[in-house]
């Protein structure tokens, strides 16, 4: 099992990712740069999952840290 902190770390570096690659146009810029903009419209169904993944993983750790 992984210790608070470093969970903590995860989650935080993860949500901090994937809000980058949700709300900035950085994703759209880097997949149409490489020719594979067609996988655009599968975007929202892996960041917007990821992204509440993250921010479960963060407030657990902050939870059990603070507990």
């Known amino acids: 099992m992984m210790n608070n902190q470093k969970l ?5 570096v993860g949500t901090v990712v994937a809000v980058i690659c ?4 950085a994703l759209v810029i880097l997949l149409g740069t490489l ?24 407030a657990y750790a902050a939870w059990k840290k603070y507990r």
Request: aromatic share 16%.
């Open 22 to 25: 949700c709300f900035t146009p």
């Open 35 to 58: 020719g594979l903009s067609a996988w655009l419209g599968w975007l929202d169904f892996v960041l917007l999952p990821a992204l509440a993944l993250f921010i479960l993983i963060t």
């Open 8 to 12: 903590l770390k995860i989650g935080i």
